[in-house]
Structure formats: structure tokens, C-alpha cells
């Protein structure tokens, strides 16, 4: 392989000059020799040679005769500089990175406008400015815990302060995987419309750096993981598995929003251990959690479905595999039977733990009504609006499930709180007693 630069510009001419007679094309190399077809053009333009045009069709034929022409292009361009001849360029010839920060401006409103300049990357990085992802991390996360508050009838106070912990291990585990996919992502990103301005796209960060900057937010999840009790860590590691390899997926299957449904549902194991219920020994709430994990893997591919539809002609351009893609004629089809799933497996999770009608009617209820409507009236072919039920889709359905959750948790304490104070002067309360609310404590 030859490397060649335009004078003056160190620009590439060239990203690789096969080593092999010129009249012998490799069509298998070619079509990556220069993948940017406008900067192949400015640079044909800059030393005074025609351009050559965009594929005719997307037959088979058709690309193989352009891939001919710009193999022959390339040919040219080898000889005219290793002649010697090779002309000034008019104008400097970008990199794609360079080309793709040229339409980008830096944001004027919101919190991104009062970091210095210097934290705006990191901070787009981890999509600081866009918190939805967050909260839909963090949605998991707090079912659990309420659910075994209501199980155990644990102590409001240290459920608030394993909520807030939890929100927070949401907002940097979820800045490290947005990290870790725009470092996989960071040669597709460019061709994307919607994530050509990402910093490692338009080159504000290199993937050095970025490596650099998850493995701060690693140790940050790390630190905020050991304030939990100790068999939180054997729960929450493999998680991390899970987050490293996520952006793999969209590669090699059509069903990347199930892993992604592994990865962002994982919190819904997490709160049972994080009160003190062990799930290998209490059979209850393992099959709880389990039920609960598993809805929140069917909610996690239904709200990403259509997140999914905002770039399904990007990513049918550019080879990224998708549920939207796949099944893009019959999506609420498939939206309908995964929200069926949800909603069945969240009930299952109720009654492992013998939840009372408040949860059936408020969590399994709110999430009947705020599925069927987004299904209903989400119009797949408007971006715009893939994008407001996406969002607003975590506070409908997550908010839903997490009042009725809370409802039936204070209710159960206060049924608790009731029977110890008939209980005063006489047994124990949970000690011999029969009232299985009480005995729920002992877990």
C-alpha cells in the first residue's frame, strides 16, 4: 500500500494505491479505497481532472462500472503525482471529520451553553443535554426498588436515598455507554443525519481520548456501586459486559434492541438486592425480578422500535441493522405484541410479590392506557414525532408504573404500621405472627 498527500495540505489524495498492475482493478479494494465520494471528487477537481459522477442505479452492474471509473480516477491521480505535476489546490480538501464539523455550531441555550468551551464535547459525549436515555436507565432501576420496598415494607427514607443513588449510577452509566458507542460507532456516525455533528464525528474528540474519558466514568460507576451492600457488586459487574458490547449487536443481527433491553433493563434486578433481599434464597423475589426484568426487556425494544424508524434510511445506507428495518411494514404489529408482553410480565412480577389492586390499576392499568395510545398515534415516517413519543414516552409509561408502584408500597407499610400498633402489649410483631405482610419483613 502507497500513502499520498496533496502538497501543502497533507491532505489524502489517496487512502491506498493497491500494489498491482494499473490495468488489473481490485473491485474488492476499490469500493474502500476512497470511501468519501465528494472529497474523491474535490481532490479530482483541486489538480484540475474531472470528477466522476454518483452510481447510476444500485444494480449490480452499475456499481461495478463506478467502481471502474473511480479506480481509474485513482489511477490518474497516482500518476499525475508520482509525475511530479501534481498542481496547488485551489482550496484546502478536509478530512470527512473536518468536512462534517464545518455545519456545526456550538450551542447557544440550555445547560451545554454555560460549560466552558473546552467541556462541551464531553459533556454532547455523554449526551448531558439529553437526559431521556437516562431516565429510561433509571426507570428499571427504581421499579425494583419499590418493589422490594413493597416486599420487605422496608423504610421510606433509605428507599429516597437508594433511588437517588440509583438515578445517579443511571446518569453516568449511561454517559459511559453513549461514550463506548460513539467510539465503536465513530466511522459510521458521519454518514448518519442525525449523528454526523457527535463529537468524536466531527473530530472535537478523538477515540483515544474517549477511551480515556469512559474509563473515568468506569471508575466513577465503581465508586458509586460500593455504596450499595456488598452483593450489589456480584449482580452489577456483568452488567458491564453488556454495556462494552451493546453497539456490537447493531452489526450482526437485526435485533440489537434486544441486547440493548439486556443492558438498560439490568436495574430491574438490581433494587431487591440493593434493600437486603436475596434472590437466591427467597424464591418470591427471584421470580419477581425475573418477571420484572423481562417486561422491562419488551418495554426497552418497544420505546427503541421507534427510536429506531428516526434512522431507518441512514442506516439501510449505511449496513446498520434494525428491528425498524426488519419489520418496518408490520411495526405496530410488532409494537402491539411486545406491549401485550410488557404488560403481562409486569403483572406476573406483581403477583410474586402479592401486590395489592393499587398496582394492578395503577402500574399495569397506566401502562395499558399510555402503550395502546402511543401505538395508536405514533406516525412512524415523521421523525420529529418518532422523537416526542420517544421522549415523552418515558415519563407516560415509566411514570405510570412507578406511582401505582408507589401507591401500592404505601399502603402496604401503612397496613404494616397499622397491625404494630393493634400488636402493642401483645405478641411481637414478626415474631410467630401470621399476618404475611409481617412476615414479609424477615426478608
Not at 509525475?83 to 489546490?89: D, M, T
Not at 392499568?365 to 395510545?373: F, M, P, Q, R
Amino acid at each position: 500500500m502507497k500513502l499520498l498527500r496533496l502538497p501543502s495540505t497533507g491532505s489524502l489524495c489517496l487512502k491506498y494505491v493497491v500494489r498491482q498492475p494499473l490495468g488489473k482493478p481490485d473491485l474488492t479494494r476499490v469500493s474502500t479505497t476512497f470511501r468519501h465520494h465528494s472529497l474523491l471528487c474535490t481532490n479530482l477537481r483541486a489538480c484540475g481532472l474531472p470528477p466522476v459522477g454518483e452510481p447510476e442505479s444500485t444494480t449490480v452492474a452499475s456499481r461495478r462500472s463506478h467502481q471502474l471509473k473511480l479506480h481509474a480516477c485513482h489511477i490518474q491521480l497516482f500518476s499525475t503525482a508520482k509525475a511530479g505535476s501534481l498542481p496547488q489546490p485551489s482550496a484546502a480538501v478536509t478530512s470527512p471529520a473536518t468536512t462534517t464539523a464545518a455545519g456545526y455550531t456550538s450551542p447557544a441555550t440550555g445547560l451545554l451553553s454555560y460549560l466552558p468551551r473546552a467541556w462541551i464535547p464531553y459533556a454532547e459525549l455523554i449526551r448531558l443535554d439529553k437526559p431521556t436515555g437516562t431516565y429510561y436507565l433509571f426507570f428499571p432501576c427504581l421499579f425494583s426498588t419499590l418493589m422490594a420496598a413493597s416486599y420487605t415494607t422496608y423504610p421510606s427514607i433509605p428507599v429516597l436515598t437508594t433511588s437517588l443513588l440509583f438515578f445517579t449510577g443511571a446518569l453516568i452509566m449511561r454517559g459511559a455507554g453513549c461514550t463506548i458507542n460513539d467510539i465503536w460507532d465513530r466511522k459510521l456516525d458521519p454518514h448518519v443525519q442525525r449523528t454526523r455533528f457527535r463529537p468524536i464525528a466531527r473530530g472535537a474528540v478523538t477515540a483515544q481520548n474517549a477511551i480515556v474519558f469512559t474509563g473515568f466514568q468506569m471508575l466513577a460507576g465503581l465508586g458509586l456501586l460500593l455504596q450499595f451492600p456488598t452483593s450489589c457488586l456480584y449482580y452489577g459487574i456483568p452488567s458491564l459486559i453488556l454495556v462494552a458490547t451493546y453497539p456490537l449487536a447493531k452489526r450482526v443481527t437485526h435485533y440489537p434492541q434486544v441486547v440493548l433491553g439486556f443492558t438498560f433493563s439490568w436495574g430491574a434486578i438490581m433494587g431487591f438486592p440493593a434493600l437486603g433481599v436475596d434472590l437466591l434464597t427467597d424464591p418470591a423475589a427471584l421470580k419477581a425480578a425475573a418477571a420484572l426484568y423481562a417486561s422491562c426487556i419488551s418495554w426497552t425494544v418497544l420505546y427503541d422500535m421507534i427510536y429506531a424508524h428516526m434512522d431507518i434510511k441512514d442506516d439501510a445506507k449505511v449496513g446498520i441493522k434494525s428491528i425498524a428495518l426488519r419489520h418496518d411494514k408490520e411495526t405496530k404489529v410488532v409494537l402491539t405484541g411486545l406491549a401485550i408482553t410488557q404488560i403481562g410480565l409486569l403483572a406476573t412480577a406483581g403477583v410474586a410479590i402479592g401486590a395489592g389492586p393499587m398496582f394492578y390499576i395503577g402500574s399495569c392499568g397506566s401502562a395499558v392506557a399510555t402503550l395502546g395510545i402511543m401505538i395508536w398515534r405514533v406516525r412512524l415516517k415523521e421523525v420529529a414525532n418518532c422523537w416526542w413519543w420517544f421522549r415523552n414516552g418515558a415519563w407516560f409509561t415509566g411514570g405510570g408504573i412507578a406511582l401505582g408502584l408507589l401507591g401500592d408500597y404505601y399502603l402496604r407499610a401503612s397496613a404494616v404500621g397499622d397491625t404494630s400498633d393493634r400488636g402493642q402489649g401483645g405478641p411481637v410483631i414478626g415474631v410467630g405472627s401470621e399476618d404475611p405482610l409481617v412476615d414479609q419483613r424477615t426478608h
